[in-house]
């Protein structure tokens, strides 16, 4: 039976549902792919609430990365073939047996990795070397903050930093998740413990850092900038502040959003800095995003970069990794399973 999860209507995990579908037939540019594995992201939990924009209108399917076979091929489609593996970035949509995509957003599986490595890479990888690499030029000589070190995006970055040879590295995380952080060469910040801002003052003579990721924004976001150095870049990819609960609380979306600063153009003009907005399921210049993508697989072939993967669930047990993701507990990816 083909299916997928839908996300039906803003609430809680009991909203998501498991939908019977008709294999969808590709347009001339795009490939049918047959899910394997489907990554799944604080943001899903996030565009669940109601929290998270750009997102489709209730309800939908959500998901941004899958792995799997080429089921079927658009008529002007070139290089793919059916059966082949495959690793895919949905704009959204993903979390389905069977998902369209445009040709130009797949990618051939080399054999040295598992479906379950690449359906790890899309979101989490691709976004850390978008802010780090694509925007951030980074240089072994450059100073990184990680916050969330131990979530998807925060473990992809970490890695990339000690594969740039970068050794000026923090990241905060729970204490549960020190270890992992500081297996990649990073200093660990126990979030609920210590005042990340005083920790970097103080490591970096009140210089402050050269990047910083911050995916919790709200008054977060104005702590981050507090430690960014003259000529620093800032990275927000995400508001997990809005949601601090599994129950949707419009409460505290509001005070999140409330919370979130307003740059002075000026001051970031006399300290050269400045401040992205990320999101690479909105992102059009295909070339870049395949240009990322490979460098990526390189680098996983070559064994510097090893996805985290925390949990695989299956798919129809979706609303137990919502929750599982939701309070904080995976250290790297979790995953949906499609495949019995």
């Known amino acids: 039976m083909a299916y997928r999860v839908v996300i039906t209507k803003p609430g809680g995990p009991k909203v ?31 565009m669940r609430l109601g929290f998270y924009q750009p997102r489709p209108p209730f309800p939908f399917t959500p998901g941004y ?3 799997g076979v080429v089921h079927s091929i658009g008529s002007k489609v070139k290089g793919f073939e059916i059966g082949q593996r495959v690793v895919g970035l949905m704009r959204t949509g993903g979390q389905a047996t069977h998902v369209i995509t445009d040709a130009s957003r797949a990618l051939p599986i080399p054999d040295e990795l598992s479906l379950e490595a690449a359906a790890s890479m899309p979101v989490t990888y691709i976004t850390a070397h978008h802010m780090l690499h694509h ?3 980074l240089k072994p000589t450059d100073s990184v903050l990680i916050h969330g ?15 740039a040879g970068v050794s000026k590295v923090w990241s905060t995380a729970s204490a549960a998740k020190a270890e992992i ?26 210089k402050g850092v050269d990047h910083i990721l911050d995916p919790i924004g709200g008054e977060h976001l104005k702590r981050s900038i507090s430690v960014l150095a003259q ?6 990819y995400g508001m997990s502040s809005a949601a601090p609960s599994s129950k949707r609380s419009l409460w505290k979306a509001f005070k999140a959003l409330r919370s979130r600063p307003r ?26 995003m395949q240009e990322q993508m490979e460098n990526i697989i390189k680098g996983m072939k070559e064994g510097a970069l090893t996805p ?11 609303a137990l990794a919502h929750q599982h993701i939701h309070d904080g507990k995976n250290i790297g990816k979790v995953l949906l399973k499609f495949v019995e």
């Open 181 to 206: 952080i500081q297996s990649y060469g990073a200093t660990a910040i126990d979030r609920h413990q210590e005042d990340f801002t005083q920790i970097i003052r103080s490591a970096t003579n009140g």
């Open 308 to 318: 985290i993967i925390d949990s695989i669930y299956d798919a129809k047990d979706v």
């Open 135 to 137: 925007l951030g030029n």
């Open 231 to 236: 000529g620093g870049k800032l990275y927000t």
């Open 16 to 46: 998501l549902d498991i939908q019977q579908i008709s294999i969808p037939e590709p347009g001339p540019e795009e490939v049918c792919i047959a899910v394997h594995f489907a990554g799944i992201n604080f943001a899903d939990t996030l």
């Open 65 to 67: 990365e899958v792995s």
């Open 263 to 288: 740059f002075d153009p000026m001051l970031m003009m006399s300290r050269n800095q400045g401040v992205f907005g990320v999101h690479m399921g909105t992102w059009n210049d295909e070339m870049v």
């Open 149 to 163: 070190g131990g979530g998807g995006v925060g473990t992809a970055a970490l890695q990339l930093c000690q594969w």
